[in-house]
């Protein structure tokens, strides 16, 4: 029972870095385009003149 002590903290500490790693792909707009970037390697053309990246500014 005594191990509850240590495992208990840790196993939060743990969760809370996962939660913060979530949370900063989320402000960094990491998932702004998923299937984008998936079906543009896939495809068999080439884009000579690919369009810049447009940077969205959202308040989260």
Known sequence: M??????????????????????FTLRTQQYDDPAGNAERILSGTWDQNPKPNQVKSSNI
């Not at 509850?4 to 949370?23: K, R």
């Open 2 to 23: 005594d191990i509850l002590l240590f495992l208990i903290p840790i196993s939060l500490f743990l969760g809370g870095v996962g939660l913060g790693a979530f949370l």
